[in-house]
């Protein structure tokens, strides 16, 4: 019996990468899950291969940041299973670019698919999840706990989820719902992975040092492992563990030591090319 036998589980953003890697470990641990991705073509050949390791599996087609799309999915999914155990937002966009350079366009989105979707998912979630004494998972980054140069709309979009995750674990007092968030570390990126660019186009993300990357496999256990224990919040890689205990701790020296990042984000963060996210 797997720790997840029985439990249904969506997840935002899982044709590709993190998500999809969640899905397979969710799924080798017993779950039904059900995978969501706005390509149709690569959502179903992830079902597809997702299949291959047994296990129920549903996809749902659509961007999860329009509400009439995200609440049909979870009509689709109370139609077919009568329930919903685990709600994970993973779906996200990486995006990069200096502050003075940011347009409109990339704001408006990057906002719209990492705050504003999370937070309405959230909400109409809640009745499906209050029945199961559920769980709700935000998937946060390591730039949603300091401010990253040349990331500032990913960072602003990231670190917002906090705010959420913890007004609504307030709010729920009482109802033996879980609320959880996950600030993951650099992350092996699948080789298409793309990001927001300044001027809002789509462009092609720059590959990162190697060794500052936990594969997507380790995450997803991680992630596996902090929804099963009930956490509220949980912190991956060495290199968040730090961050988040010298910038609250040590926040003058956390600041000097992100203005030695600069020149390297500044290098990084260039066009037409990025690693940022
Ligand atoms: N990779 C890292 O190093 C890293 C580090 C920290 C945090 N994270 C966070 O982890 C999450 C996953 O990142 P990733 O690197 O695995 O990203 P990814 O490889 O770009 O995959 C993103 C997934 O989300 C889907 N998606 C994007 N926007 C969507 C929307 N509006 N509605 C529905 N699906 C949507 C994509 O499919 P379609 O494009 O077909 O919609 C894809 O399946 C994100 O929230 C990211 O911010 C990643």
């Known amino acids: 019996m797997g720790r997840f036998t029985e439990k249904v589980v969506f997840i935002t953003g899982s044709s590709k990468g993190i998500g999809r890697s969640l899905a397979v470990e969710m799924l080798s641990q017993g779950a039904i899950v059900v995978i969501n991705g706005r390509n149709t073509d690569q959502l179903n050949s992830t079902a597809e291969m997702l299949r291959q390791h047994g296990g129920e599996v549903l996809p749902v087609p659509g961007d999860v940041s329009d509400t009439t799309i995200f609440r049909s999915a979870l009509t689709a999914i109370k139609d077919r299973f009568g329930r919903l155990d685990i709600l994970v937002l993973n779906a996200g966009l990486s995006s990069y670019g200096a502050v003075e350079r940011t347009s409109d366009t990339s704001i408006e989105n990057v906002m719209r698919v990492n705050t504003t979707g999370p937070y309405t998912c959230a909400r109409d979630v809640l009745p499906m999840i209050r029945e199961s004494r559920g769980s709700i998972v935000f998937i946060s980054s390591l730039a ?28 729920l007092t009482g109802e033996r719902i879980h609320i959880g968030i996950i600030y993951v570390g650099f992350t092996r990126n699948d080789p298409d992975k793309t990001a927001v660019s300044p001027d809002g186009t789509i462009k092609k993300l720059q590959d990162r040092p190697g060794w500052v990357q936990q594969s997507q496999e380790r995450v997803a256990k991680l992630i596996a492992r902090s929804i099963r224990r ?32 600069l020149k390297k984000a500044r290098e990084l963060t260039k066009d037409p090319e990025s690693s940022s996210g």
């Open 230 to 261: 009930r956490r509220f919040r949980t912190t991956l890689s060495a290199m968040g563990k730090v961050m988040a205990f010298a910038s609250r701790y040590f926040p003058r020296l956390f600041q000097f030591s992100m203005r030695g990042m």
């Open 144 to 171: 949603g706990i300091h401010g990253i140069p040349y990331s500032s709309l990913y960072s602003m979009s990231k670190m917002s989820l906090t705010a959420l995750a913890q007004s609504l674990r307030t709010e």
